[in-house]
């Protein structure tokens, strides 16, 4: 059923409240995340109570935990669970203070991804981490970098975000230098990574920077990741709105009865996997709203030691359309089986030996390609 434009409706979509969570769960959490070694550097991945991207923070969170060179900790204002973009909650593993209290002071590198709401806290406990320690590394993700720039940290400096975000800053710069066509952009103690998952590439020049360099060829191996260039923005073709972009801007605008489809969460599940999951049946597309879910509605562990928490189980979901099983390895042992009604069928998405994106866009044209098909068939016997 179509109905009027509505961004806020949109955005409602996409950062739900988040499903909550016991003390235990909370206090488990940080057990689960990985160990803190005071010999190795420390990244911190803001998390904003409202709401943060899913891509721009569980892609880079994969990337430096696979690294083996730093220590890397999804943090937050406080202990409470926290929604990323699409329907997928998650525990903070450390807060503000207790990083502080970890490092002496603050973080080595602290990641900026789009946060949703009020983010004024996150970006006082930034701007309070360069006060203590003026090279402090911040790497922006996508949008992020706007609440860099406008707490003067990009001051006199060159940086990059989103194609479509460029168009509005480049009206009104301020003293910042904005770049079009790289992957990422690298000045000083700042490096502004563009959309989606180019923050993959900046967390890799990072990784670098910080000592990891020889880890970069595997890290890029295990994860299917192609063009990173050593301490270089990657160009990127030139940005602009093309005809292929209406069916995402009529899909954000309108409303209309969307599948309902549900996310199997299932322990060891890739952080990377996770993002894809959800973000490009959402805010990328629109298609479809999504919940998560478990076998027994209970937390789940990703791969490096993120706390994820479903709304419920399967059959507390209420119908579904449709059951996504994320995760390579969830694939390999048909992990969706034993948590099946009657009559849904899960979807494996991932393999191997594919970027974990890579087989959901291939998804996302066939159900679509079906679905058109399927409604075009109705008009013409009507």
Not at 55 to 76: I, K, M, Q, W
Not at 98 to 103: A, L, Y
Not at 255 to 278: K, M, Q
């Amino acid at each position: 059923m179509v109905g009027l434009p509505s961004a806020k409706n949109a955005a409602a979509q996409v950062y739900p409240h988040p499903v909550g969570a016991e003390p235990a769960e909370r206090s488990v959490a940080a057990q689960r995340a990985p160990d803190f070694d005071p010999a190795r550097p420390t990244v911190a991945i803001l998390l904003a109570a409202e709401g943060t991207n899913i891509a721009d923070t569980l892609a880079p969170y994969e990337v430096f935990a696979r690294s083996g060179v730093v220590n890397v900790f999804l943090v937050a204002e406080r202990a409470e669970p926290v929604m990323l973009g699409g329907g997928l909650t998650v525990l903070p593993q450390r807060t503000f203070a207790q990083i502080d209290e970890m490092t002496g002071g603050g973080p080595d590198v602290i990641v900026v991804s789009q946060m949703h709401g009020d983010r004024s806290g996150e970006m006082r406990w930034v701007r309070d981490s360069l006060t203590h320690d003026p090279g402090t590394v911040v790497m922006s993700v996508c949008v992020g970098a706007a609440d860099v720039a406008d707490a003067g940290i990009l001051d006199g400096r060159r940086a990059t975000t989103h194609w479509l975000k460029l168009v509005g800053l480049r009206r009104d710069p301020g003293d910042t230098e904005w770049v079009d066509s790289v992957r990422f952009v690298e000045d000083g103690p700042t490096i502004s990574s563009a959309g989606v998952l180019s923050g993959i590439d900046a967390a890799m020049r990072v990784v670098e920077r910080l000592g990891g360099s020889a880890e970069l060829p595997r890290i890029a191996d295990e994860i299917h990741w192609r063009g990173y260039g050593s301490g270089a923005g990657v160009e990127t073709e030139t940005p602009g709105l093309r005809p292929a972009d209406l069916p995402f801007a009529l899909g954000a605008a309108f409303r209309w009865d969307r599948p309902h489809n549900g996310v199997l969460l299932t322990p060891g599940v890739g952080e990377i996997e996770l993002a894809s999951a959800f973000r490009p049946y959402t805010e990328l597309s629109w298609l479809a709203t999504l919940t998560a879910v478990s076998h027994d509605g209970k937390p789940v562990t990703s791969r490096h030691g993120v706390t994820v928490i479903p709304a419920s189980d399967v059959p507390g979901a209420g119908g579904l359309d449709r059951l996504l099983v994320p995760g390579a390895e969830a694939a390999r042992t048909r992990a969706a089986a034993p948590a099946l009604p009657g009559g849904l069928e899960a979807t494996y998405l991932h393999s191997p030996d594919r970027f974990a994106f890579d087989p959901v866009i291939d998804d996302i044209a066939v159900v679509q390609s079906i679905r058109l098909g399927v409604n075009a068939a109705r008009r013409r016997s009507s």
